[in-house]
């Protein structure tokens, strides 16, 4: 689904979102953040990540701060930022 994201440092982007439930954290594609300049902020802790293949992903260190608005519905929220492929943000249910 197609989203419309504000970010801290006032970049407003359409980005491929998908609603993952088994998703524990919200999170957003590394490559975007790098590319789009989003600001981030560390974490004061890490934690790790593992894909739905059980394989291991990353730790967490860094996070986003977005406003998020799909279909009129607007929420803020922190999305930790990882290696997502394909898609620009999976939306967890932190």
Request: hydrophobic letters at 35%; a positive charge.
């Amino acid at each position: 689904m197609q989203a419309n994201v504000k970010t801290k440092n006032s970049k407003n982007l359409k980005v491929k979102a998908l609603v993952d439930s088994r998703c524990t954290h919200t999170e957003i594609d590394k490559q975007l953040v790098k590319e789009k300049r989003i600001q981030t902020k560390p974490i004061n802790f890490s934690f790790k990540v593992f894909n739905t293949d059980r394989t291991k992903n990353r730790e967490m260190t860094r996070v986003v701060l977005l406003e998020i608005e799909i279909n009129r519905y607007k929420e803020q929220l922190e999305a930790v930022v990882t290696d997502l492929n394909e898609t620009d943000i999976f939306l967890g249910h932190d």
